[in-house]
């Protein structure tokens, strides 16, 4: 009996053991592999980590960014009809790279919140949230912000949340939402011209030099683009410097604007001790002179943006800089009926058609993930992109926007960029000559690199249109002085463990995405 005993132990340990390795087998042999070795990009020298899988990941990826200086695990971002689209966008896009953290749009109702780029989709209302960890309240047009606090109880409820918080932020016009709940007294922020001194008192604070400020858990920035610096900001003081980097390279947040220079001075405001959203940024400031150039005429640019169900506004950064300048008529639109973007770090809503879009001047194809390569894999839509081109003065691209264009054969025999991730495999798969650069240009054809260097991109493209004043201007209505944390957003900038990880949990969610559309 003893001795059945030990061969039933045996055989039952026996296949436990080749039950788990098999197991293990399949979860490392299971994981995507890349393409090809080696990396095309940092020091060919530099460290690298080991294979990341399913049992390893979460133990690595610990080690390569350290232990978090705070605990978040709720952020909130208030939106309402009228919210300034890049404030709205730029926290989310940021706190998108912190790992288990539940991050939403709220708003006073659930629904669909207009702003003046994009459609945002909200799934909970303030009401339905008691606390949070941190709070990011953007600014927005003078009737968005004044329709926001006519809204009974919002008050008390940004009383209330600020009671919960770690930190609370207001971004540009933001801040008056926050005054007049009674948080920013005495407080030292910093807030955007015209008379930011002025109007700070009015709000009863205290303005303080430069595009973000910190007093205590309270936080502010000047408007527009000064988000993402705050963003970022934010970002290190919650989760460390590593992972600073792995999220400024994730956005190629490594600036590089076409106009260095002295900015024109704008003509100063009164300040006013009621409503500073009467004074919606830029409103009532004397543009500068445009001295354009010969043969350059001021026209008015029908642009389209082509939407996928994971690209978030932010991907269009480039319209968002030209369409308030240029853009006689501008749209997003997607192939079909109208749909949500529910995978994106900021869900919007489309609601054009491609086909209605029109003749354009302008087309912009954003960047994304699985929309990108259903677009590859969709004739109707590249014949589409194709037929428009004929009769594009532009044709531009953000980010993995380039793949798509490079699928519809508009990419052979030109130079052109993309994200940093595989940019020479991808390039050289559609004929084209990569480039490693914020943006790339051949003849009407622009591209450039990922998320962030859009922006950079929308310069260029009105310094192309109306000459470097215009562009000047464009950049000081959006508070353009980018001024990052660290030295960060490229490849060689980053760390060789951050950005070993980066590129392996990239190649986890697209390698096999990248096969797929293989031609």
Same mark, same amino acid.
């Given at each position: 009996?003893?001795?059945?005993?030990?061969?039933?132990?045996?055989?039952?340990?026996?296949?436990?053991? /080749?039950?788990?390795?098999?197991?293990? !087998?399949?979860?490392?042999?299971?994981?995507?592999?890349?393409?090809?070795?080696?990396?095309?990009?940092?020091?060919?020298?530099?460290?690298?980590?080991?294979?990341?899988? &399913?049992?390893? =990941?979460? !133990?690595?990826?610990?080690?390569?960014?350290?232990?978090?200086?705070?605990?978040?695990?709720?952020?909130?971002? &208030?939106?309402?009809?009228?919210?300034?689209?890049?404030?709205?966008? #730029?926290?989310?896009?940021?706190?998108?790279?912190?790992?288990?953290?539940?991050?939403?749009? /709220?708003?006073?109702?659930?629904?669909?919140?207009?702003?003046?780029? $994009?459609?945002?989709?909200?799934?909970?209302?303030?009401?339905?949230?008691?606390?949070?960890?941190?709070?990011?309240?953007?600014?927005?047009?003078?009737? %968005?912000?004044?329709?926001?606090?006519?809204?009974?109880?919002?008050?008390?409820? *940004?009383?209330?949340?600020?009671?919960?918080?770690?930190?609370?932020?207001?971004?540009?016009? %933001?801040?008056?939402?926050?005054?007049?709940?009674?948080?920013?007294? %005495?407080?030292?922020?910093?807030?955007?011209?015209?008379?930011?001194?002025?109007?700070?008192?009015?709000?009863?604070?205290? =303005?303080?030099?430069?595009?973000?400020?910190?007093?205590?858990?309270?936080?502010?920035?000047?408007?527009?683009?000064?988000?993402?610096?705050?963003?970022?900001?934010?970002?290190?003081?919650?989760?460390?410097?590593?992972?600073?980097?792995?999220?400024? *390279?994730?956005?190629?947040?490594?600036?590089?604007?076409?106009?260095?220079?002295? /900015?024109?001075?704008?003509?100063?405001?009164?300040?006013?001790?009621?409503?500073?959203?009467?004074?919606? !940024?830029?409103?009532?400031?004397?543009?500068?002179?445009?001295?354009?150039?010969?043969?350059?005429?001021?026209?008015?640019?029908?642009?389209?943006?082509?939407?996928?169900? +994971?690209?978030?506004?932010?991907?269009?950064?480039?319209?968002?800089?030209?369409?308030?300048?240029?853009?006689?008529?501008?749209?997003?639109?997607?192939?079909?009926?109208?749909?949500? !973007?529910?995978?994106?770090?900021?869900?919007?809503?489309?609601?054009?058609? $491609?086909?209605?879009?029109?003749?354009?001047?302008? *087309?912009?194809?954003?960047? %994304?993930? +699985?929309?990108?390569?259903? *677009?590859?894999?969709?004739?109707?839509?590249?014949?589409?992109? @194709?037929?428009?081109?004929?009769?594009?003065?532009?044709?531009?691209?953000?980010?993995?926007?380039?793949?798509?264009?490079?699928?519809?054969?508009?990419?052979?025999?030109?130079?052109?960029?993309?994200?940093?991730? @595989?940019?020479?495999?991808?390039?050289?798969?559609?004929?084209?000559?990569?480039?490693?650069?914020?943006?790339?240009?051949?003849?009407?054809?622009?591209?450039?690199?990922?998320?962030?260097?859009?922006?950079? /991109?929308?310069?260029?493209?009105?310094?192309?249109?109306?000459?470097? +004043? #215009?562009?000047?201007?464009?950049?000081?209505?959006? =508070?353009?002085?980018?001024?990052?944390?660290?030295?960060?957003?490229?490849?060689?900038?980053?760390?060789?463990?951050?950005?070993?990880?980066? =590129?392996?949990?990239?190649?986890?969610?697209?390698?096999?995405?990248?096969?797929? $559309?293989?031609?």
């Amino acid at each position: 009996m003893a001795a059945l005993r030990r061969r039933w132990r045996w055989l039952v340990g026996a296949v436990l053991a /080749l039950t788990l390795a098999a197991v293990g !087998a399949y979860i490392y042999y299971g994981m995507p592999t890349p393409e090809y070795a080696p990396y095309t990009y940092g020091r060919p020298d530099r460290a690298q980590l080991p294979r990341l899988t &399913l049992v390893n =990941h979460e !133990a690595v990826m610990a080690q390569v960014l350290g232990t978090p200086p705070m605990r978040v695990e709720r952020i909130g971002i &208030l939106v309402y009809d009228g919210v300034d689209t890049l404030e709205a966008v #730029a926290p989310m896009a940021v706190f998108s790279e912190l790992m288990n953290v539940k991050l939403e749009y /709220l708003a006073v109702a659930p629904g669909v919140v207009r702003t003046r780029l $994009a459609d945002l989709v909200v799934e909970r209302s303030i009401g339905e949230v008691e606390s949070l960890d941190v709070l990011i309240v953007p600014g927005g047009s003078p009737e %968005g912000i004044d329709g926001l606090l006519a809204h009974a109880g919002l008050r008390e409820w *940004l009383q209330r949340i600020d009671a919960s918080t770690q930190m609370t932020a207001g971004i540009g016009l %933001g801040n008056v939402i926050l005054a007049d709940a009674g948080l920013l007294a %005495g407080k030292r922020i910093a807030f955007g011209w015209p008379a930011a001194e002025e109007n700070a008192a009015a709000l009863g604070a205290r =303005h303080v030099a430069g595009r973000h400020a910190r007093d205590g858990k309270y936080w502010s920035s000047l408007p527009a683009t000064a988000a993402l610096d705050l963003s970022l900001a934010m970002l290190e003081a919650i989760a460390g410097r590593a992972h600073l980097q792995a999220a400024m *390279l994730d956005l190629e947040y490594d600036p590089s604007h076409p106009c260095w220079g002295a /900015l024109p001075r704008p003509r100063r405001l009164p300040s006013t001790s009621r409503r500073l959203s009467r004074y919606a !940024a830029g409103a009532g400031w004397r543009s500068p002179s445009r001295r354009r150039r010969p043969g350059v005429h001021r026209h008015r640019w029908t642009w389209a943006c082509w939407s996928t169900p +994971d690209s978030s506004p932010w991907m269009r950064s480039a319209r968002s800089v030209c369409s308030p300048s240029l853009a006689r008529r501008a749209c997003a639109c997607c192939a079909g009926a109208p749909s949500r !973007a529910s995978r994106a770090a900021a869900p919007l809503e489309v609601r054009d058609k $491609a086909a209605d879009a029109g003749p354009l001047d302008v *087309l912009l194809v954003p960047g %994304g993930a +699985d929309g990108t390569w259903a *677009l590859l894999r969709d004739p109707a839509a590249l014949d589409w992109i @194709r037929e428009t081109d004929r009769h594009t003065r532009y044709t531009t691209s953000v980010c993995t926007g380039s793949w798509v264009l490079g699928a519809a054969g508009l990419l052979r025999e030109r130079r052109a960029t993309s994200n940093w991730y @595989r940019l020479n495999q991808m390039m050289a798969r559609w004929g084209a000559t990569p480039v490693a650069a914020r943006h790339v240009r051949d003849g009407k054809l622009w591209t450039s690199a990922g998320v962030s260097a859009g922006i950079d /991109l929308g310069f260029a493209l009105i310094a192309d249109l109306e000459g470097d +004043d #215009a562009a000047r201007a464009a950049m000081l209505r959006l =508070h353009y002085r980018p001024d990052p944390p660290i030295d960060a957003g490229s490849p060689e900038s980053t760390d060789d463990l951050v950005l070993d990880m980066m =590129h392996q949990m990239y190649d986890y969610s697209m390698v096999p995405l990248i096969r797929a $559309a293989t031609p």
